[in-house]
């Protein structure tokens, strides 16, 4: 079948070959004909070192399609059922399963350090234990979410993780309060869809921040009340909270850098949301003084901060709703064989949100 594999980590574009195999069927597994896949930044975030993954690897998390095939001891799947790709399902027994923290359930983290595709020349491993970025995929059975016949395999995919994860950010962890001013650093799909949520939670005031005009041209269309460069965050900040600071900000890049700039954004006694993935040898640095003196509460955000099955029905139940628009930050579609022209539009911001369609 084809797929895309990254050969070395740092490798800056995809090789789309038609000699991979998915492998590693057996009991509690499910084989998945991909049908979309969202191109996120977490995947090019894999393929720099930014996030761990070994390599080769087929990139992808984000996917939906149908189940072709199920294992022994498999229920709730049959062949043909339509799912999205959870990269990270809660096993439902683990200490945070039980305290109701399901996204920091690390049972899914062990599909990880196994090859799930294979080539001529050896194992390739699928990021996130999944890999969307193929034709074929063998999950766990928990990674294969049952999704309504109306919900199309694009949105699915989207809600998959950028926009259960930025919607989560706003509505489980940080808890926007209505009429609270909130500002939104990084806008891309998983800040649009910070922006969406804190609009559903009644934020009077969304300051969307990023240096991509295009970007902030798109905040504005998705309930955002003004969009600046990174370098108007400041006059903003005078403005619209008086110095003060916002109630919310959202950092939703995965720098230290901007994750200071969005500490020091926040009012005294204001909500810092950590929501982009960053890498492991990048330090927020705080001084003791200020940590106790401003007393601004830091909540980093994993998948939504909450139970993510529950936070798909949400996602679908709103969308059916048309209080969030998923059809319109799908700004891109391309087949497999141009994924390297979509990673590059991702780079370079010409795109919100692409669909690979397999």
């Not at 057996?26 to 070192?49: F, Y």
């Not at 034709?135 to 809600?159: G, N, R, Y």
């Not at 902030?216 to 006059?235: K, N, Q, S, Y």
């Not at 539009?345 to 010409?350: A, D, F, H, K, V």
Request: proline fraction near 5%.
């Amino acid at each position: 079948m084809r797929a895309a594999v990254l050969h070395e980590t740092g490798q800056p574009k995809l090789d789309v070959l038609d000699d991979v195999e998915a492998v590693g069927f057996g009991p509690g597994k499910v084989r998945v004909r991909m049908r979309a896949t969202g191109l996120c930044h977490s995947d090019v975030s894999a393929m720099t070192g930014v996030l761990p993954q070994p390599a080769p690897f087929v990139p992808g998390h984000e996917g939906a399609g149908e189940v072709v095939e199920v294992g022994d001891g498999v229920t709730g799947l049959r062949p043909g059922d339509r799912i999205l790709v959870c990269w990270l399902p809660p096993c439902g027994t683990c200490p945070s399963c039980r305290r109701g923290q399901g996204q920091l359930c690390l049972a899914g983290f062990i599909n990880a350090g196994t090859p799930n595709f294979r080539r001529p020349g050896g194992d390739v491993f699928g990021f996130a234990g999944t890999g969307t970025f193929a034709e074929e995929a063998v999950i766990d059975a928990a990674c294969a979410v049952p999704i309504p016949d109306d919900v199309p395999f694009d949105i699915a995919a989207l809600i998959g993780c950028g926009v259960t994860t930025g919607l989560g950010a706003a509505i489980n962890t940080a808890e926007v309060a209505a009429g609270s001013s909130v500002a939104v650093i990084g806008c891309g799909g998983v800040g649009i869809s910070v922006i969406q949520g804190a609009g559903l939670k009644g934020a009077a005031r969304i300051v969307a921040v990023d240096p991509i005009a295009s970007r902030r041209e798109a905040a504005l269309r998705f309930g955002a009340t003004e969009a600046v460069a990174p370098e108007g965050l400041g006059d903003a900040r005078k403005r619209i909270t008086g110095g003060e600071g916002f109630d919310y900000v959202f950092e939703v890049v995965g720098k230290s850098a901007t994750a200071r700039t969005a500490y020091e954004a926040t009012r005294r006694g204001g909500t810092l949301c950590v929501v982009g993935a960053g890498s492991m040898d990048d330090f927020l640095r705080l001084n003791m003084f200020e940590l106790f003196f401003d007393e601004k509460r830091i909540l980093p955000s994993m998948y939504g901060g909450g139970d993510v099955l529950a936070s798909y029905e949400r996602a679908i139940a709103l969308w059916r709703a048309g209080r969030v628009d998923l059809e319109s930050m799908i700004t891109h579609r391309v087949p497999l064989a141009r994924i390297n022209d979509a990673l590059e539009q991702m780079r370079t911001g010409e795109a919100l949100r692409t669909c690979v369609e397999i």
